[in-house]
């Protein structure tokens, strides 16, 4: 039952399972009971109903203005009743009771809140003809959202950390994670590494379109792809592996998770897999295009390992076994955000919330555009610089604006 039990969280905390590993108690507790006096059962508190108000006042909720009764605590006894919407006052605190709640008084003079389940104007029901209401995005939702958001991508980022090996994940902290939609657009990127921000939505789509493409098996529930090529598969440099699992609801793919880390090593011609003398992608170390590192719920640890180590003429990758122990926790935090983000659905419905994923993005599109429209209007509609490599190689940018829509042309030739 132990090694059941073991195996079970394994899972839960990782999303795949390693067949054919022995399983390795490294440490273990003994935890004793001892059975103390039993508490006596409290005796039952009379039923007083409602208590008479020490005044009344206006207070704004949900549905407006209300006018409510006020309490003071010290005058209510064991066995009183007020049903929200209403105002309690304490000798160091106020406690307001939201409309359809009930505070009751208990034998120990404590207060007893049930909290009634509210549903919003704007929530994803169903209207009594069977057509979906229409969800008008409302500033302060769209605030919370934004926030439920960054708040799984930087749980993720914890989860990445405390399940990593390596000093580049675990204590630099070399790493970024992230939410996207369902046909790859980003949604919140923890702000773990600034080079990586924006940067995993084009890796995303890529293997979006790879694996939907003819001929190819397509997305399935228990995948998970790994990849980092630069030119073709929206990575930022080879040691950065992106490791990407798509959200099922119902058979179908409703968002993605992301994770982003630098691996200390994976080949080249140089340890660390940077070689400033390098001429081509291959001496960098392993590329990878489109991988699937889980298939099915299994971890396919022979397939990448033979990617990292077999590189031709070029030396494979120098830790192995960080790379493998890296990768499996990169799934772990995938593996948390899908928990965090189902709990999220079941919580405000999926309808909801995608809704509110595309108002987050309308909502930063608008921020950069009127931003972009305060800078031509400030500084005129171009703007151009310039800088020189160690070789005297210019790069050199020139930024065309459209101050009417906001839009801009970046010229990386000059």
């Excluded at 592996?241 to 099922?248: A, E, H, K, S, W």
């Excluded at 994923?357 to 555009?369: L, S």
Aim: charged share 20%.
């Amino acid at each position: 039952p132990y090694a059941e039990k073991f195996v079970e969280q394994y899972h839960r905390e990782f999303g795949f399972e390693l067949d054919g590993r022995d399983i390795l108690i490294d440490d273990f507790r003994v935890r004793g009971l001892v059975v103390g006096k039993t508490l006596q059962t409290p005796a039952a508190t009379p039923q007083l109903g409602s208590p008479t108000p020490a005044g009344k006042t206006k207070a704004y909720f949900e549905n407006g203005w209300e006018e409510v009764s006020t309490y003071n605590m010290e005058d209510l006894k064991p066995g009183h009743t007020i049903l929200g919407p209403a105002i309690i006052f304490q000798s160091i605190s106020i406690i307001v009771l939201e409309i359809g709640c009930v505070a009751a008084v208990t034998s120990d003079g404590d207060l007893d809140i049930d909290v009634a389940q509210l549903h919003s104007n704007d929530a994803a029901s169903v209207a009594n003809d069977g057509c979906e209401t229409e969800i008008i995005e409302d500033p302060v939702q769209l605030s919370i959202f934004a926030h439920r958001f960054m708040g799984i991508a930087e749980q993720m980022g914890r989860t990445l950390a405390r399940t990593a090996i390596s000093v580049n994940i675990k204590e630099r902290l070399d790493f970024s994670c992230a939410l996207f939609t369902s046909d790859g657009g980003l949604v919140a990127n923890a702000p773990h590494i600034p080079v990586h921000l924006g940067a995993m939505q084009s890796a995303v789509r890529f293997q979006v379109e790879y694996w939907n493409a003819e001929g190819r098996e397509g997305i399935k529930e228990g995948d998970v792809f790994v990849s980092n090529h630069p030119q073709l598969a929206g990575g930022s440099h080879l040691p950065d592996i992106t490791v990407i699992t798509p959200i099922f609801h119902e058979g179908n793919i409703i968002f993605f998770v992301a994770s982003r880390g630098h691996h200390s090593d994976i080949g080249g011609v140089s340890p660390g897999s940077m070689p400033p003398h390098s001429v081509n992608l291959k001496e960098e170390g392993a590329s990878i295009v489109a991988f699937k590192l889980v298939k099915d719920g299994k971890f396919q640890e022979e397939g990448i390992t033979d990617i990292l180590v077999n590189q031709g003429d070029v030396p494979g990758t120098r830790n192995l076994k960080d790379n493998l122990s890296d990768l499996r926790a990169q799934v772990a935090a995938n593996n948390s955000g899908i928990r965090l983000l189902h709990e999220l659905v079941h919580e405000n419905g999926l309808k909801k919330v995608e809704a509110y994923m595309h108002f987050i993005q309308h909502n930063a599109e608008m921020a950069v555009r009127n931003m972009l429209k305060e800078f031509a209007s400030a500084h005129g509609t171009r703007a151009h610089s310039i800088d020189y490599m160690d070789d005297g190689t210019p790069i050199e940018l020139t930024i065309e604006i459209d101050p009417k829509t906001g839009s801009a042309c970046f010229d990386f030739e000059g």
